[in-house]
């Protein structure tokens, strides 16, 4: 015979695993907020951090566009014409950028580059607007890397070559009468050797950018 009692304990006894079927659920809700946390906080953390290498990466464009914009617009500016005096007779001498392949040299290498930072910039300034936190395709990253390497050695080499020819025209040449052709033609040498520091600025943010460049790489790597 059941009794009264006996009946109480069965509802009580059907009723403990619905309470601990409920009680798991929640401890279930609980922990799925808690998965999900970790993957939120990470994914607002890959956004901070790549929105960060885009600023940076904008003000190394930028910084390389005006320094090879600047070293274009001294070095085709400069052209100059006076009167040099050589053993009391005075010689008209003109001197233009022109004149020399190593300053076109350096022209040249100073459009290029600064061609290539404003693509990276029409690159990199949407993706900061946007705040995208997707990593640029890997890629993408090698051949950035690559070209900024390239523009870095060849803009070197035009600044070195360019700073040659100053230096023989502002010392002129040993062992022989040449003289410092600076003297006569001083606006034309300040403005090459303007044009070759900010040449030589424009190799700083390049080597900057390569470094970069192999941070993101060994982002995309991990």
Not at 88 to 108: A, E, H, T
Request: charged fraction near 10%.
């Amino acid at each position: 015979m059941v009794t009264g009692q006996d009946q109480k304990m069965a509802t009580l006894d059907l009723s403990l695993p619905q309470d601990q079927t409920a009680a798991k659920t929640v401890v279930n809700g609980v922990d799925g907020s808690l998965e999900n946390a970790p993957s939120d906080t990470h994914r607002f953390s890959d956004i901070v951090l790549w929105q960060k290498i885009d600023m940076v990466t904008i003000i190394l464009r930028l910084l390389c566009m005006a320094s090879s914009v600047m070293a274009l617009s001294f070095m085709v500016t400069a052209h100059e014409a006076s009167n040099l005096i050589l053993y009391g007779f005075q010689i008209p001498v003109q001197s233009k950028w022109s004149y020399s392949s190593s300053f076109q040299y350096l022209v040249g290498v100073s459009a290029a580059v600064a061609a290539h930072s404003l693509l990276q910039l029409l690159i990199f300034i949407p993706r900061l607007l946007r705040k995208s936190s997707v990593m640029p395709p890997e890629s993408f990253l090698w051949l950035l890397f690559a070209a900024d390497q390239v523009f870095a050695y060849i803009l070197t080499s035009a600044g070195s070559a360019a700073s040659g020819v100053t230096n023989v025209n502002r010392t002129g040449i040993n062992h022989t009468p040449l003289p410092n052709f600076c003297k006569p033609l001083q606006g034309f040498c300040d403005h090459v050797t303007i044009s070759i520091a900010f040449t030589f600025l424009g190799c700083i943010s390049l080597a900057a950018s390569a470094v970069l460049d192999v941070i993101c790489l060994s982002k995309s790597i991990d």
